[in-house]
């Protein structure tokens, strides 16, 4: 059977990461604080260049959801989520420019 086709990405710019702590306080399942004083996305890919990424098909319409109160909560608008059909952002700051 094949695997599930994932339906959102989370994506986590560590390089830009402040370490308020919020997204760990908020979702200790997916973020963990560092020694260096950042978050680390506990499952996330590496993509270079401290960027992070993390498909799943955690519920992002629930509003209570963890991961989404991660990105909604960052302080330093690293943490957004996406939803991989429609590349429509629904949590977390637009990127960066």
Known sequence: MPEE?????????RAN??????????DPENFKMNEDGKAD?????HKGNDQ???PTNENMEDMGNPLRRAAD???AAVI?????ATGKR???APPRK
């Open 80 to 84: 957004r989520i996406t939803e991989i």
């Open 5 to 13: 086709q994932k339906k959102y990405i989370v994506e986590y710019d």
């Open 41 to 45: 996305l506990v499952k996330g890919e």
């Open 17 to 26: 990461c402040i370490g308020a702590d919020m997204c760990t306080f908020v």
């Open 90 to 92: 629904v949590a977390g």
């Open 52 to 54: 992070f990424v993390m």
């Open 73 to 75: 909560s960052c302080p």
